[in-house]
């Protein structure tokens, strides 16, 4: 199985600020890898797909980049909604398998 | 309106069984691929299963041997029977939609969800 590991797992930040959200696979995925936003008590929320590509009606405050084995997703200037987990998924093969999530919070 | 509803979550014995429920709307169930993903408490997301009735189905090693997705394309719904659970089976289990975009996929429609929890 390929073996996802975002960083950091837990995250401080004030609204307004840059955060980069890092993934790493364990073996190349290409450009397999999603990203997915996860509130408390709602559906996770596809984000960005093929590493790089915005979901249709996501703010363009988000951003993936990235490539065979690593990968970031960047939030350009946080708003109080993006307060959340989130998760990298590859689908490069089978078992899908999900990073084990990043908490961003408060500051 | 694109939407995937989880019915069937409740408290379950050890070694019991249980059989969860996802009705699609705004799409078919016939030639999609539709997913069974779980969040145990305090744990992250972990694929359990998929169904494609065009393909075939799939599932983690984990259920293996206990689980079985089916589909009713006449009732456009994903079942998930689930047999001899533990308590490592207590989740939140989320129905999705998975869309093919060239070689990859992603995760595009995510039900709300229906909580199981496995205890004495």
């Known amino acids: 199985d390929i073996q996802m590991t975002q960083s950091p797992s837990s995250l401080s930040a004030s609204v307004g600020d840059r955060v980069t959200i890092t993934c790493r696979a364990s073996q190349t995925i290409n450009t397999h890898l999603n990203w997915y936003q996860h509130q408390p008590g709602r559906a996770p929320k596809l984000l960005i797909y093929a590493a790089s590509r915005l979901q249709s009606g996501v703010p363009s405050r988000f951003s993936g980049s990235g490539s065979e084995t690593d990968f970031t997703l960047t939030i350009s200037s946080l708003q109080p909604e993006d307060f959340a987990i989130y998760y990298c998924q590859q689908s490069f093969s089978t078992p899908i398998t999900f990073g084990q999530g990043t908490r961003l919070n408060v500051k | 309106e694109v939407q995937l509803v989880e019915i069937g979550g409740g408290l379950i014995q050890p070694g019991g069984s249980l059989k969860l429920s996802c009705e699609a709307s705004g799409f078919t169930v016939r030639n999609n691929y539709v997913n069974w993903v779980r969040q145990a408490p305090g744990k992250g997301l972990e694929w359990v299963s998929v169904i494609h009735t065009g393909v075939g189905t799939l599932y983690a090693d984990s259920v293996k041997g206990r689980f079985t997705i089916s589909s009713d394309e006449s009732k456009n719904m994903v079942f998930l029977q689930m047999n001899s659970l533990t308590a490592e089976d207590t989740a939140i289990y989320y129905c999705?939609?998975?869309?093919?975009?060239?070689?990859?996929?992603?995760?595009?429609?995510w039900g709300r969800g229906t909580t199981v929890t496995v205890s004495s």
């Open positions: 999705v939609r998975e869309t093919p975009f060239g070689e990859l996929t992603f995760m595009d429609v």
